[in-house]
């Protein structure tokens, strides 16, 4: 199998859904990544999102949950899979080698 | 995960989403995952609400819903399903598919040349079919223009008409306003052309009014329709006549051309020849109005001659416009009919749609041989049914070899092809080879158009660069490729991989019963055309040789056309006898052979009552009835010693006693020019027209020096030098004039022309259906022979001799033939009486040809069969145990 690829917002998400431990739907997803990113992101980019990312292995997810003001309906709640763990990381470890190869002067002009 | 009932939402301080968000995401939401959709959404939007404020909020909720329909949020393709049709599978259907018609090339070239024959055959007569349905459909009014036809009874005459009077042209555009405007169109034939020093008949001509080209559209190479025949002495040629009297088409109008007997007219206009698919044929046009040149008289309401087309302001008005004609009857017909109280006579006008002129007139008198509806259902059927066998064809032998593609489809299905794919895989392959069929069919198709343009008298051609033409061709290829793959793909793609890989394997049992039957079709199918094919040339050949009461042989007929030539006509009699190679001559103003003759109104008396017979009636000279060698029944034939049978005497035919019920001539008398005269004597009944019409009663007058045509018969021994004198003394006589003659029995051939057509059709069409049902069956027992190469070679090692094998191999197949000859004699009979209902005198069908066309069928399907059975039969048992 090709090696994980995420994408930007991918990662993001899937890095928030980690975040939110036991309490990953699409909500608090949302709201999640409104809060902490401070860009308003589209509930619809969100859930299509989540969709790939359990296609692709990284999320699997079950149906609990359901509150008066859901209207009765019962929540999809997502958690990371260990592809998906793995996957973090790689792009974790990834980021942290090209940081570490980055010159100190460099670092500096960026104001770091 | 049942998405729920109540979008309210419970929070009363603010107001629900969008009602036609939440319907339009129950309705096109992704059923997996609507439930939580719309939950997430509901929480979402109250939080929307206290963040950004309800008018946002409902935006916001609106367009995720938007974002989130099926159609927009599509998925895409699944990471772990191959994608079929990716270049390298298509490559590799391809490539099977040409290999597997490489491999079996006998199965290939049999499946593929089915295919092609059927599909020329199918092209051919729907070309055919298609002409035939578009006479007149080009017109630019072609739906608002109606013919008058005429519908008349009274006592026991009866007359379908499709021409009328001509003041009715007139009377009716007056009365009536639906009715835009009127044509009256005479037809008229052999007319006298001069122009200069060239003289010539032209075989049609019509007289027409000035409507004609608003009418119809003709293609004017010189003048323009509106100037055309302004002028009352005005003529527009066709090209044709126009090369035939100039050799050439330009610098014409304006030209002074005599017609007739001496009468000038001025080219007005050149048209390109009339197209073969308009119901008029002419080579030159004459003005109606001019009463000198068209001998029309304009208001004689019972002399019905021309043809009255109107053009309605709207097409739905034909129906309206019917209903008032009993009215128009009474008001303007019943009194020259003399039908004083309008009650006496039955008289309907109806309105014939143009289009519908050249299918449907085949009950109309004198356009019996026009098209025909009938044909039109039987040559499609017959198109369809041909494509049917050849379809066949390729359905048996696909599924008969289903064994041998059993592994590859094992192996692609293990490997983990789905169902559908390979169902798309076998219906690629024989849409493949049906297009191979067409591209074999379009070259047999640019071969056979000309022959068949020649059959048919018509001038098919099959445009392919015409960009319609060619999608038909292309949909039609597809729809075959479709109908004749579809079967083989659902059985072939239906294998279980793991019964086949285990070798246990054999196919070609299955769908037994379905091959067997589709032979009895194709075999049923081929008989009744074959029948059809006997029963139709045995008709023709009745028709030629039946006696038809007077002998046809060696009389030539000499139209007297212009008033001079019928003048001179008693001259050219007396001096062509002189001549012992004349045998006879007779003038007559009838016509034999051909056309009908005028018909009218005839009033016999016998003791107190009188009878009104019509019937059709000619004047004759002494020698008539010895010149076509005519039998008297009773009485005597008309006397040149007794001057008064000129006024006072007239002969009728048997047929006309019948009619009046009489025993025989003697008390009877007949009114004639308000004379009561009586009947001088009785002929035989002699055939005047075609076998298509029954023989009718007929009145003879006499008319010693005048007459229209001179009927000659020559001496058997030298008819060339007879003809040449015929000439020669023609030409002295009239000089001037053009010779002009037929032989009787051509002329009575010639009315069987579309017979023979139809005849000539049948024989092609009915060699392919077989030719291409032997091509299958052919196949399968090759087929058969080879599954049961193992068994023959027990049988023969433990004695077995070629003729039982033969027997044993072919008996299979003579069983299904011999089912399908059960099935198609009834059909054939139905049809084939069908058929016969046109003639008035026709051959009864009899048991024997029913018989002959099985032992055909038979034979051939023996012929086919025995070629393989032979072989497997003969081969040496060692060979086909060997590999045991």
């Known amino acids: 199998m090709k090696r994980a690829f995420l994408g930007e917002f991918e990662e993001v998400v899937l890095l928030t859904v980690a975040v939110l431990d036991e309490s990953a739907y699409g909500v608090t997803v949302t709201q999640e990544i409104e809060q902490k990113t401070g860009r308003a992101v589209g509930f619809s980019t969100v859930h299509t999102t989540l969709q790939r990312l359990e296609e692709k292995g990284y999320l699997s997810s079950k149906m609990s949950g359901a509150t008066a003001e859901r209207g009765g309906r019962r929540k999809r709640f997502f958690t990371v899979t260990a592809a998906g763990r793995k996957a973090l990381m790689e792009v974790k470890s990834i980021r942290e080698q090209l940081w570490d190869a980055l010159p100190p002067q460099t670092l500096q002009l960026m104001g770091g | 995960?049942?998405?729920?009932?109540?979008?309210?939402?419970?929070?009363?301080?603010?107001?629900?989403?969008?009602?036609?968000?939440?319907?339009?995401?129950?309705?096109?939401?992704?059923?997996?995952?609507?439930?939580?959709?719309?939950?997430?959404?509901?929480?979402?939007?109250?939080?929307?609400?206290?963040?950004?404020?309800?008018?946002?909020?409902?935006?916001?909720?609106?367009?995720?819903?938007?974002?989130?329909l099926r159609p927009l949020a599509k998925r895409k393709e699944r990471y772990s399903t191959p994608f079929s049709l990716s270049p390298a599978m298509l490559r590799n259907y391809l490539k099977i598919a040409f290999r597997n018609l490489v491999k079996s090339k006998v199965y290939s070239a049999?499946?593929?040349?089915?295919?092609?024959?059927?599909?020329?055959?199918?092209?051919?007569?729907?070309?055919?079919?298609?002409?035939?349905?578009?006479?007149?459909?080009?017109?630019?009014?072609?739906?608002?223009?109606?013919?008058?036809?005429?519908?008349?009874?009274?006592?026991?005459?009866?007359?379908?008409l499709g021409i009328t009077s001509a003041p009715m042209g007139p009377a009716l555009q007056q009365e009536y306003p639906e009715v835009n405007n009127i044509l009256r169109v005479k037809k008229s034939n052999e007319t006298l052309f001069r122009a200069g020093e060239k003289v010539l008949y032209a075989k049609n001509v019509i007289y027409a009014d000035?409507?004609?080209?608003?009418?119809?559209?003709?293609?004017?190479?010189?003048?323009?329709?509106?100037?055309?025949?302004?002028?009352?002495?005005?003529?527009?040629?066709?090209?044709?006549?126009?090369?035939?009297?100039?050799?050439?088409?330009?610098?014409?109008?304006?030209?002074?051309?005599?017609?007739?007997?001496?009468?000038?007219?001025?080219?007005?206009?050149?048209?390109?020849?009339?197209?073969?698919?308009?119901h008029l044929k002419f080579e030159a046009i004459l003005p109606y109005a001019n009463e000198a040149i068209s001998g029309i008289n304009p208001g004689k309401w019972d002399s019905f001659n021309s043809m009255v087309y109107v053009l309605l302001n709207r097409a739905d008005e034909q129906r309206k416009l019917e209903a008032k004609m009993p009215?128009?009857?009474?008001?303007?017909?019943?009194?020259?009919?003399?039908?004083?109280?309008?009650?006496?006579?039955?008289?309907?006008?109806?309105?014939?749609?143009?289009?519908?002129?050249?299918?449907?007139?085949?009950?109309l008198m004198g356009e019996e041989n026009g098209g025909n509806m009938a044909y039109v259902y039987t040559f499609s059927a017959i198109g369809l049914f041909i494509l049917l066998i050849a379809v066949v064809n390729y359905i048996n032998l696909a599924t008969a070899r289903s064994a041998g593609r059993a592994k590859e489809i094992g192996i692609r299905k293990a490997i983990g092809s789905l169902r559908l794919q390979l169902l798309g895989q076998f219906l690629a392959e024989s849409?493949?080879?049906?297009?191979?069929?067409?591209?074999?069919?379009?070259?047999?198709?640019?071969?056979?158009?000309?022959?068949?343009?020649?059959?048919?008298?018509?001038?098919?051609?099959?445009?392919?660069?015409?960009?319609?033409?060619?999608?038909?061709?292309?949909?039609?290829?597809?729809?075959?490729?479709?109908?004749?793959?579809?079967?083989?793909?659902?059985?072939?793609?239906?294998?279980?991989?793991?019964?086949?890989?285990?070798?246990?394997?054999?196919?070609?049992?299955?769908?037994?019963?379905?091959?067997?039957?589709?032979?009895?079709?194709?075999?049923?199918?081929s008989m009744v055309m074959m029948v059809g094919t006997i029963i139709v040339y045995r008709q023709l050949q009745f028709m030629r040789h039946t006696?038809?009461?007077?002998?046809?042989?060696?009389?030539?007929?000499?139209?007297?056309?212009?008033?001079?030539?019928?003048?001179?006509?008693?001259?050219?009699?007396?001096?062509?006898?002189?001549?012992?190679?004349?045998?006879?001559?007779?003038?007559?103003?009838?016509?034999?052979?051909?056309?009908?003759n005028n018909k009218s109104a005839f009033t016999f008396y016998v003791g107190g009552t009188e009878q009104s017979v019509s019937t059709e009636h000619f004047s004759i000279d002494h020698d008539f009835l010895s010149v076509l060698q005519i039998k008297l029944k009773e009485g005597r034939n008309f006397s040149p010693d007794l001057a008064s049978d000129s006024t006072g005497a007239v002969l009728v035919n048997e047929a006309m006693l019948k009619r009046l019920g009489w025993k025989n001539r003697t008390a009877g008398l007949v009114e004639l020019g308000s004379r009561?005269?009586?009947?001088?004597?009785?002929?035989?009944?002699?055939?005047?027209?075609?076998?298509?019409?029954?023989?009718?009663?007929?009145?003879?007058?006499?008319h010693p020096d005048r007459g229209d045509n001179l009927l000659v018969r020559v001496m058997p021994r030298n008819i060339p030098a007879a003809l040449a004198y015929v000439k020669t003394v023609y030409e002295e006589v009239n000089p001037n004039q053009p010779f002009e003659y037929t032989f009787l029995d051509q002329t009575f051939a010639e009315q069987y022309r579309s017979d023979e057509q139809k005849g000539g059709l049948f024989l092609g069409f009915s060699g392919m259906a077989i030719f291409i049902a032997c091509l299958g069956l052919f196949g399968l027992a090759t087929f058969t022979a080879e599954q049961r190469t193992k068994e023959i070679g027990v049988r023969k090692v433990l004695g077995a001799s070629v003729a039982s094998i033969v027997a044993l191999l072919s008996k299979d197949f003579l069983k299904l033939v011999g089912i399908a000859i059960l099935i198609a004699s009834p059909i054939a009979w139905y049809g084939m009486n069908r058929w016969l209902q046109d003639f008035a005198y026709k051959i009864d069908l009899e048991w024997w040809v029913f018989a002959l066309a099985g032992l055909v069928a038979i034979g051939i399907a023996l012929l086919t069969v025995s070629f393989q059975s032979i072989k497997a039969a003969l081969m040496n048992p060692v060979k086909s145990l060997r590999s045991e």
């Open chain 2, 1 to 68: 995960m049942e998405p729920a009932k109540t979008p309210d939402h419970p929070n009363r301080n603010i107001g629900p989403p969008p009602r036609w968000a939440t319907t339009l995401l129950d309705w096109l939401g992704d059923p997996n995952t609507v439930e939580e959709v719309q939950g997430d959404l509901l929480e979402l939007f109250t939080y929307w609400v206290e963040t950004v404020g309800e008018r946002k909020a409902r935006w916001r909720y609106g367009l995720s819903v938007l974002k989130l």
């Open chain 2, 110 to 160: 049999l499946t593929l040349l089915g295919l092609a024959a059927g599909m020329t055959c199918a092209i051919l007569l729907g070309l055919y079919v298609h002409d035939e349905l578009n006479y007149d459909h080009y017109h630019k009014h072609a739906e608002r223009i109606f013919r008058v036809n005429q519908y008349i009874k009274w006592s026991d005459n009866e007359y379908k």
């Open chain 2, 210 to 278: 000035s409507t004609l080209f608003t009418f119809f559209d003709y293609e004017f190479i010189q003048g323009t329709p509106q100037t055309a025949f302004l002028n009352r002495n005005s003529v527009v040629l066709t090209q044709k006549l126009a090369v035939n009297l100039f050799g050439r088409t330009d610098g014409l109008l304006g030209t002074v051309i005599q017609v007739k007997d001496h009468l000038p007219v001025m080219v007005a206009g050149v048209i390109r020849d009339v197209p073969t698919n308009h």
């Open chain 2, 327 to 363: 009215a128009f009857y009474k008001k303007h017909i019943a009194q020259a009919l003399k039908d004083d109280g309008g009650n006496k006579v039955k008289f309907d006008i109806t309105f014939q749609p143009v289009t519908d002129i050249h299918l449907r007139s085949t009950h």
């Open chain 2, 431 to 525: 849409i493949l080879s049906s297009f191979l069929a067409l591209f074999f069919s379009l070259l047999l198709l640019y071969m056979l158009l000309p022959l068949f343009n020649q059959l048919t008298d018509k001038s098919l051609t099959l445009a392919l660069w015409n960009g319609q033409t060619g999608f038909q061709l292309i949909g039609f290829a597809l729809v075959i490729g479709l109908v004749s793959g579809l079967y083989p793909a659902f059985i072939l793609s239906r294998f279980k991989p793991a019964v086949v890989l285990k070798g246990s394997f054999t196919a070609g049992g299955k769908g037994a019963l379905l091959r067997q039957s589709l032979v009895v079709v194709q075999f049923t199918i």
């Open chain 2, 547 to 596: 006696q038809l009461g007077l002998n046809q042989e060696q009389v030539l007929t000499i139209p007297l056309k212009v008033p001079s030539a019928q003048k001179s006509g008693i001259v050219l009699k007396s001096k062509l006898l002189q001549n012992p190679m004349i045998k006879g001559a007779s003038l007559t103003n009838g016509t034999v052979g051909s056309e009908m």
């Open chain 2, 676 to 702: 009561k005269i009586p009947i001088a004597g009785v002929i035989r009944d002699f055939h005047l027209h075609s076998l298509h019409n029954k023989i009718e009663p007929l009145v003879l007058v006499l």
